[in-house]
């Protein structure tokens, strides 16, 4: 009869293994150690006595008082014996802080690591930068569990991260990107949090820009951008038609196949005709709520452009119910218009200052795009301004050597699902790391991608982009099933124990398992993240959050000037000490309401 346990037979041969190792280990030690004892010992007695050159001769001659225990070998012994222990503690410190934790971190070791990360750490990245004539290595991504290892966003990578609400995606990818860009810099968002941890260290890199018409920082209005000046042909019209319409489309809605596209295209020939008429954008509002305003036609024509103005014209004398279901659907389209604090910002005004994204790519300032998601969101502004300035970069690009800007331009698209909906994104994303524009995509999940690009746009984007960080709080089972299958496999090796009259024989096997498996993945712990890099293996990493990093001081004094929560605690220090206590007080944080 006979009984198999395999698990109770991997932990004995286990077992036994390592006690085994474990006596010939301090055999080993201390043969070597009497021996360096008794040796260095009589060298320093001044005996001339001949020693065994046999180490465990010399022992045994010791231990059978052949050979005298010299007067020196003592102080010798503890010698070495303190120093060993050194030894030993620096190299169970080093392991440590090098060996991967409990729970998910041992995965680490059947990940990516050693020469297959080569081209991600800091000597493969600073190769790549020398050779694109770049003074920084590129963007830190995190460091390897294994081995804490820097791993770096190369100048020629666009990213893609997804991470769900509150796993650090902020704190440790947003914020060092911007503060390590060394070029112009696009950053959208939907809350003040990035603006204020690096407004003041990037003003000491080139002027700041806060592009906030839903008052989400309470900016002033101090300049202005001008969406026509974009419009320059047909092509860039419809573009921006384009943007307009993807920013107000529901996701769970209905598309109309005939008035969508209609009326979608009326908005792109309004803009064309208020653009070569000098006209602002406010008007191109007042023609579509007026379907019967044949003006834009007139300067269209007057413009050239007769078969768009064709095209308008017909829409204009179509049947009434046709025209107002097309008028209708791109009056829907231009409905942000009618937000008066969003005017302000794309029309001119007394001592306002107009924005040029062409002359911003050449310098190394900073555009903080701001918008929220919901009703009055003004996210189709904030994606036509970043569809402007990147391509803007891209037109400057092409007429520096190879084709690529000298000083890579930096793209930090946070809560890109929600407030820089760009629908021609995915197709560009390759393109833009050629021509020296890193673009970092964030999302919360897959599905708000899929909800903007679509199924096969959404997988485009993440296939274009040769960094993809996973960064946990994500729970759809499809999309974790995907990366744990991109993760990989490892072979574990199992041992069977068989009883019989015989004996007991033992039978060695491997059997494959998945690294990380979705449950896994779901409940990746903060502070962790799975990098997978084109040409590396993927890895798991450690996050760096910006209080980590170098310029933490210079981001905790941006964050603590720009506090909104300042002037108030000013006051409420007035009322309860009386102005003249709190005078004193209030020297130093002077100035922090007018911002």
């Known amino acids: 009869m006979s009984a198999t346990s395999k698990g109770r037979a991997t932990v004995d041969a286990h077992t036994e293994a390592v006690a085994l190792w474990s006596v010939i280990g301090l055999v080993v030690v201390g043969v070597g150690l009497l021996n360096a004892a008794v040796r260095l010992g009589a060298a320093l007695d001044g005996r001339g006595e001949r020693l065994p050159g046999n180490p465990v001769t010399l022992v045994a001659d010791v231990v059978r008082g052949r050979v005298a225990w010299p007067e020196h070998a003592t102080v010798v012994l503890i010698g070495l014996l303190v120093l060993l222990a050194a030894l030993a503690g620096a190299a169970a410190w080093l392991w440590r802080r090098l060996r991967p934790g409990g729970g998910v971190d041992r995965a680490a070791r059947h990940m990516g690591g050693g020469r297959d990360l080569a081209a991600l750490d800091r000597r493969g990245a600073a190769a790549t930068a020398k050779r694109l004539g770049v003074d920084r290595p590129g963007l830190t991504i995190a460091k390897t569990v294994i081995g804490g290892r820097v791993l770096y966003q190369g100048w020629e990578d666009t990213a893609t991260d997804i991470a769900g609400p509150r796993t650090g995606k902020t704190t440790s990818r947003v914020i060092p990107a911007i503060l390590e860009a060394p070029g112009a810099v696009v950053s959208t968002s939907n809350k003040r949090d990035v603006v204020d941890a690096t407004r003041d260290p990037r003003s000491a890199e080139g002027p700041v820009w806060v592009f906030d018409p839903q008052q989400l920082v309470a900016e002033p209005v101090t300049w202005w951008w001008n969406p026509l000046r974009y419009v320059t042909d047909e092509e860039k019209a419809a573009t921006l038609a384009d943007v307009f319409a993807a920013a107000v489309a529901d996701p769970d809605a209905r598309t109309d196949a005939f008035f969508d596209p209609k009326g979608q295209k009326v908005v792109a020939a309004l803009l064309l005709a208020a653009a070569s008429a000098g006209r602002t954008i406010d008007q191109v509002y007042l023609w ?145 790391g050629s021509r020296g524009i890193c673009v970092m995509t964030f999302l919360q999940s897959w599905s708000q991608g899929v909800e903007v690009w679509g199924r096969n746009g959404m997988r485009k984007l993440w296939s274009a982009s040769t960094v993809k960080v996973y960064g946990g709080g994500v729970s759809e089972v499809e999309f974790l099933s995907d990366l744990a299958q991109l993760i990989g496999d490892y072979e574990r090796p199992t041992t069977s124990s068989s009883h019989a009259k015989g004996g007991r024989s033992t039978t060695y096997a491997t059997q494959r398992e998945r690294i990380l498996d979705v449950s896994d993945l779901a409940a990746l712990p903060r502070g962790r993240a799975i ?59 002077a100035g922090r309401g007018d911002r």
């Open 288 to 432: 579509v709520a007026d379907p019967r305003d044949d003006q834009p036609v007139i300067l269209l024509r007057e413009a050239g452009y007769d078969l768009l103005a064709a095209s308008l014209a017909a829409e204009i004398n179509a049947p009434d119910k046709q025209r107002g279901g097309v008028y209708g659907t791109a009056e829907k389209v231009l409905a942000f218009l009618t937000n008066g604090r969003a005017l302000a910002w794309v029309t001119p005004g007394e001592g306002r200052e107009e924005f040029r994204p062409e002359e911003f790519v050449q310098g190394t300032g900073t555009l903080y795009s701001l918008s929220k998601e919901g009703k009055g969101s003004l996210g189709a502004l904030v994606a036509a301004l970043t569809v402007a300035v990147t391509e803007a970069a891209e037109e400057l690009a092409k007429g520096q050597p190879g084709g690529r800007l000298r000083v890579p331009a930096l793209l930090v698209l946070d809560e890109a699902a929600n407030v820089c909906r760009w629908p021609e994104l995915p197709n560009l994303y390759s393109h833009y």
């Open 531 to 589: 990098v997978l890099a084109a040409g590396a293996p993927p890895v798991l990493v450690r996050t760096l959050p910006w209080m980590a990093g170098p310029r933490a001081a210079e981001v905790r004094l941006s964050l603590r000037e720009h506090d909104p929560a300042a002037p108030v605690t000013l006051a409420a220090a007035a009322a309860a000490l009386g102005e003249d206590e709190a005078a004193g007080a209030g020297a130093s944080t």
